[in-house]
T-cell receptor, first 113, second 113 residues
């Protein structure tokens, strides 16, 4: 089991550019979560999916953020256009179900300059 | 909504000594779960220990144990025989059967040789 796989590990982009973060959950896990980690706000849930269906996206900060899960083995988080305040570490995590412990990916450190 | 509070931004412990990290939570759910995650400098989120609220017995994983006080809504983590590799950020988290993990702000643990 390779665990939750995120790519890229690091991303540096210019303000206004589109950024796409990718996640492959653990096979058989039905729930997928996107979190953002910053020094000021800690770990914040952005959106989560159950069986590929978005359940709660109330944590998505603005319309510039969107997430998709076209199948059970792949999810994307897109920021368009990106802004410097989006700089953070973005984690993807998966779980057998919502109310269990999660397995996290190694995160994507996003820097918007 | 669930909330998790960690009141100790930083802690330190001498190598081989014992340290306790504090966590309090609030929830209206009767069935919920509590977790401690470790985040070393590599930024990987690692599940340390898990406790089901309906279980009275405190969870233990090798040198890590919890003191779960349900009435007080307290869930502290005790690390025995501290090692240099225990230095990390520690996050307390909670969820219920149908809600995602909510994290505390974290406690940075330093281990002094």
């Amino acid at each position: 089991d390779a665990g939750v796989i995120q790519s890229p590990r690091h991303e540096v982009t210019e303000m206004g550019q589109e950024v796409t973060l990718r996640c492959k959950p653990i096979s058989g896990h039905n729930s997928l979560f996107w979190y953002r980690q910053t020094m000021m706000r800690g770990l914040e849930l952005l959106i989560y999916f159950n069986n590929n269906v978005p359940i709660d996206d109330s944590g998505m900060p603005e319309d510039r953020f969107s997430a998709k899960m076209p199948n059970a083995s792949f999810s994307t988080l897109k920021i368009q256009p990106s802004e410097p305040r989006d700089s953070a570490v973005y984690f993807c995590a998966s779980s057998l179900r919502t109310g269990r412990g999660y397995t996290f990916g190694s995160g994507t450190r996003l820097t918007v300059v | 909504a669930q909330t998790v509070t960690q009141s100790q931004p930083e802690m330190s412990v001498q190598e081989a000594e014992t340290v306790t990290l504090s966590c309090t939570y609030d929830t209206s759910e009767s069935d919920y779960y509590l977790f401690w995650y470790k985040q070393p400098p590599s930024r990987q989120m690692i599940l340390v220990i898990r406790q089901e609220a309906y279980k009275q017995q405190n969870a233990t994983e090798n040198r890590f144990s919890v003191n779960f006080q349900k009435a007080a809504k307290s869930f502290s983590l005790k690390i025995s025989d501290s090692q240099l590799g225990d230095a990390a950020m520690y996050f307390c988290a909670s969820n219920s059967g149908n809600t995602p993990l909510v994290f505390g702000k974290g406690t940075r643990l330093s281990v002094i040789a």
